[in-house]
C-alpha cells in the first residue's frame, strides 16, 4: 500500500502573539513536492506561524490541515545539554525507530563531533545536528525555522540541496527565513502581506 | 517510545548518574544529623520527635529537584519535539512522574535507614514510618510535578515552587506523622488515598500547565 501523500493546507490563519494580531487571513495550500518561503522581519510572526501550523499552538482563528508527520525544526532543538552529542541524536534515533543514523550525521559532518557534550557545540553546530534529527526521522512534512541561521556557505549550500532533495521525493518544506533560498519551484510570501492595517477591526 | 523516554528521565534524575541529584538525599540525612545535635541527646525526646523531623525533612528533600524537573525540557523543546511525535502531555509527565519518584522515593527509603539510627527510632515505629514515607512519597512527587509545570514559565518559579508545595502537601505530613504518635495503620491508609488521588491527577493537570506554556 503507497503511503497517502502528504498535504499541508491553512484556512484564513491568524495568530496572535500576546494581545497583537500578527497576522490574518493566510491561506496556502502545499501538496507532495511543494516548497514555500516565508519570509519577514523579525517579530513578524514567522517563528508563530511555524508553532500554529505544527499544532504546538492553537491559532486565534482559522484552520490548520496536516497529512502526513511532521518535523520542526527551530533554534530549539531538544538535544540533552549534559550528553554528548552521539547519545543525544542516539535517544531521538531510538523513539523514532531509525535503524541507520550514520547517513545524515556523514552528511552533516557532525561524526568529529559526536563526542562533545551538545552544551558546548555552536549555535552552526547544534543547528548541523538538529537536521540530522530531522533527516533520521524521515517524515514528509518539514517545518523549518531559520535552518539557515548561523551555518557557513558550505553546510547552507548542503542544506538547500537537502531541501531540494525532500521535495523531490514528494515531501513538504516549509521554510521560514530571511535568507534568499535557490530551490527551483519554491512559492513564496511576505509575512507581512497579512498583518492586519492599523486600525483594523479584525473579527 | 514510552521506554526510552523513561530511561532518557531516569538518566538525567538518577542520583549519581544525574546531574547533582544526590542532593535531596544528602540533605535529607543531613538534616537528621543536625536534629540531635540541636536538641541534645535525650533518648526518649529523640525518638518521640524523630519521625516528625524525618516526615519534615522528607518534604523539605522533594521540593530539591523541582527546579529542573520541568522547566528545562520546556526551554530545550524536548516536550514540543515528543508532541511532533505524537505522544500526548500526559503521558510524557506520567512517565515524568514515575522517573521523579523513583530517584527521590527509594533513595529517601533507604536514606530512612540511618536517619531512624540517628534519631533512635525503632521497632513499631520504624516500620511506621517507613511504610509512611513509602505511602506518602508518591504523593509529594505528584505535587511537586504539578507545581513544577505550572510554574515552569514563570521567572522566579524555582523559589516560588519550594513555597507552593509545602501548604499542598499538609494534608500527607499530617496523616503520615499522625500515624506516628497514633500508631495506628488507619493514618497510613489515608496517606496511601491521598497519594493515588494526586497521582492519578499529577499527568493530567501538569499536561494541561505544558500545553498552557505554549500558549504565550
Known sequence: MQAPSPLLTAENLACRRGERLLFRRLSFRLEAGAACHVTGANGAGKTTLIRALAGLTTPYAGEVRREGALGLLDERTGLDPDLPLGRALAFWERVDGCTSPDGAITILGLGPLLEVPVRFLSTGQKKRAALAALLNRAVPIWLLDEPLSGLDTDTIAKVVALIRLHIGGGGIALIASHQPLDVPGMTSFAIEDFAPAPEEDYA | ?216
Open chain 2, 1 to 216: 517510545m514510552i521506554l526510552a523516554l523513561l530511561r532518557r528521565d531516569l538518566a538525567q534524575f538518577f542520583p549519581f548518574t544525574g546531574s547533582g541529584a544526590a542532593l535531596p538525599v544528602v540533605f535529607f540525612v543531613a538534616v537528621a544529623m543536625l536534629f540531635p545535635f540541636a536538641v541534645g541527646p535525650d533518648a526518649n525526646l529523640l525518638a518521640k520527635t524523630g519521625g516528625g523531623v524525618v516526615w519534615i525533612a522528607a518534604l523539605l528533600a522533594a521540593i530539591l529537584p523541582l527546579e529542573k524537573l520541568v522547566a528545562r525540557d520546556i526551554q530545550l523543546g524536548f516536550f514540543d519535539q515528543l508532541r511532533l511525535r505524537g505522544v500526548a502531555e500526559e503521558a510524557m509527565m506520567a512517565v515524568r512522574l514515575l522517573a521523579h519518584w523513583l530517584s527521590f522515593g527509594p533513595p529517601l527509603l533507604l536514606a530512612t535507614f540511618p536517619a531512624a539510627a540517628l534519631l533512635k527510632i525503632e521497632g513499631e515505629t520504624f516500620s511506621i514510618l517507613l511504610l509512611g514515607l513509602l505511602a506518602g512519597t508518591p504523593g509529594l512527587a505528584a505535587i511537586g510535578l504539578m507545581i513544577a509545570a505550572l510554574t515552569a514559565s514563570l521567572r522566579a518559579g524555582a523559589a516560588l515552587s519550594g513555597l507552593l508545595l509545602i501548604p499542598l502537601a499538609l494534608p500527607i505530613l499530617i496523616f503520615g506523622a499522625g500515624a506516628l504518635a497514633r500508631q495506628d495503620q488507619v493514618s497510613l491508609g489515608f496517606v496511601g488515598a491521598i497519594s493515588l488521588a494526586l497521582v492519578a491527577l499529577a499527568p493530567f493537570a501538569a499536561g494541561a500547565a505544558i500545553r498552557a506554556a505554549r500558549e504565550q
